[in-house]
């Protein structure tokens, strides 16, 4: 099976300064990792992923980093802003069924 | 184009009781996906279908069961509730099956559906 490990739990950050939240996976044939932004009371929310045939992917204020030999893959958001506060979860595929497993979140805070 | 909806979004039963919560995909997306989200466990998949079959179920009691439509709906059913069944039930849609395949579409997630068992 799969192993996804998260880190931090939580992560508080004033607002302005970057945050990044770093997850590991064990299954080295995975291919493919997305992270969802989940606020109070709403369903997870697609924000970035990215595919084994690529090292970074960026969108405005965030971006991925995927190490492949190392096994492990990094979110990374800029000039946070309160609104960004949510839980986050990271995802890669695994077991036979190339189902996603998901990381346990990390809670970010954004102080004003 | 809208987005995943469920119903109820709420819901409270009792223990041994069964209830039955439902999923409606994006308009042209086959896949349905069901995962259980608890504090403790995080989340968890439950079963995924498509084109009316399930692909995939994950670690759960025969007590949760799911289906299909030819409209590509889903119902998910749990039977004997039990107190620790209480969780938000997430359904996700996809374009394309996100079991047994090498190449992923998004996935996106509905509001999901808050069962409290008394």
């Known amino acids: 099976g799969e192993n996804v490990e998260q880190h931090p739990s939580t992560l508080s950050v004033q607002e302005g300064d970057s945050a990044v939240i770093k997850c590991t996976y064990s299954d080295s044939a995975s291919n493919y990792f997305p992270w969802y932004k989940q606020e109070l009371g709403k369903g997870p929310q697609l924000i970035i992923d990215i595919r084994s045939n690529v090292g970074e992917k960026k969108d405005q204020r965030i971006a991925v980093t995927l190490n492949k030999t190392a096994k492990h893959f990094s979110l990374h958001i800029t000039e946070t802003q309160p609104e960004d506060s949510a839980v986050y979860f990271c995802?890669?595929?695994?077991?036979?069924?190339?189902?996603?497993?998901f990381g346990s979140g990390t809670q970010l805070t954004v102080l004003p | 184009k809208a987005g995943v909806t469920q119903t109820p979004r709420y819901l409270i039963k009792t223990r041994g009781q069964q209830v039955t919560l439902s999923c409606s995909p994006i308009s042209g997306h086959r896949s349905v996906s069901w995962y259980q989200q608890t504090p403790g466990q995080g989340l968890q998949f439950l079963f995924e279908y498509f084109s009316e079959t399930q692909r995939n179920k994950g670690n759960f009691p025969g007590r949760f069961s799911g289906r299909q439509f030819s409209n590509s709906r889903s119902e998910m059913n749990v039977s004997t509730l039990e107190l620790g069944d209480s969780a938000l039930y997430l359904c996700a849609s996809s374009s394309r099956p996100t079991s047994g395949s090498r190449v992923y579409n998004e996935q996106f997630f509905g509001p999901g559906t808050r069962l409290t068992v008394l």
């Open positions: 995802a890669a595929p695994s077991g036979s069924a190339r189902q996603l497993t």
